[in-house]
């Protein structure tokens, strides 16, 4: 018979407006078999660190126009991507014991129906298990993909980087400098400016909560104007990077976690620039990108082995931890790619 135990899970209260709280989301008790059904493929997982994402934020909003994603339900566990070990089985790709890193569950166990394609065996276990929440995973491809698909820098361009020192703002600066770009970052206190320069490596950075005139503040960071503008936060950085781009420059839209938690999102007043500096500005998904995972994956690991690429985490610890480390990314809380232990491995 298969084992019965306890299975504490986070789930979403109620859809939110404006800026979540802590009490729009619980960790219930319920229990759980571990064991897939007879005959199906499913798998089930023990959960052993889950990421925290800024994208998330809009799927705790109910959207009469489906969006890209599906909304949570209120009362159903929160999902997203996470690191797991295989505790049960009835696919041939997976077996007891493999570790995997994918969609899942905010809880202990998850019982995963179809985990093809949303899970992936992890290739490189020599790195910490939870670098697949991030630089090996959903948050590297991101960066990945979105700069050298979207972007397509350059050797010498001049690349600027919103929310920097974030999950995927650290890899972008730091495969911008393999590529022999000059890079300069974004960050919202002088802790995560030191480390854009230090840690990371960009040639410059700034505090944006600092500065009165962001335009100004980017003019005296790129005199010669911007190349490539990798835009994590929209709203008024997006503004003033506008008038700063050199001709013919590119931006890539990854994400504005400034806009998330606003009934109404900011304008942009600066748009004749696309067309009076011929600029391109173009979105993404990762999900363009799958089919490159295991290219970006091999490419990483190397990086990560010869110092080339560093990653910071904040990693807290626990389920109960997990509410306050999702809402504290919209605060700027977090230092580096924000995830949760949920049990060592």
Known sequence: MAAVVTNRRVILKRYVTGLPSEDDMEVVTAKTTLAVPAGSEAVMVKNLYVSCDPYM???????????????????????????????????????????????????????????KPYLHKINYPEFPLSYYTGVLGIAGLTAYGGFFEVSKPKKGDYVFVSAASGAVGQIVGQLAKITGCYVV?????????????????????????KELDLEGALKRCFPDGIDIYFDNVGGAMLDAVLPNMRIGGKITIC????????????????????????????????????????????EMAGYLREGKVVYVEDIVEGLEAAPAALIGLFTGRNVGKQLVTIAWE
């Open 255 to 298: 994400g504005m976690i400034s806009q998330y938690n606003l009934e109404r999102p900011d304008g942009v007043r600066n748009l004749f620039y696309l067309f009076a500096k011929s600029l391109r500005m173009e979105g993404f998904l990762v999900s363009n990108y799958i089919a490159i995972y295991h290219r970006y994956e091999k």
């Open 185 to 209: 970052g974004s960050a919202g206190s002088d802790e995560k400016v030191k480390l854009l320069k230090t840690k990371f490596g960009f040639h410059d950075a700034f505090n944006y909560k």
């Open 57 to 115: 934020r809009g799927r705790m909003t109910h959207h009469e126009v489906p969006s890209y994603v599906p909304d949570y339900v209120p009362g159903e566990v929160i999902t997203n991507c996470g690191v797991m070990k295989v505790v049960s089985s009835g696919h041939p790709d997976f077996k007891d014991g493999d570790l995997v890193w994918g969609v899942t569950g905010w809880e202990e166990y998850t019982l995963v129906n179809n985990p």
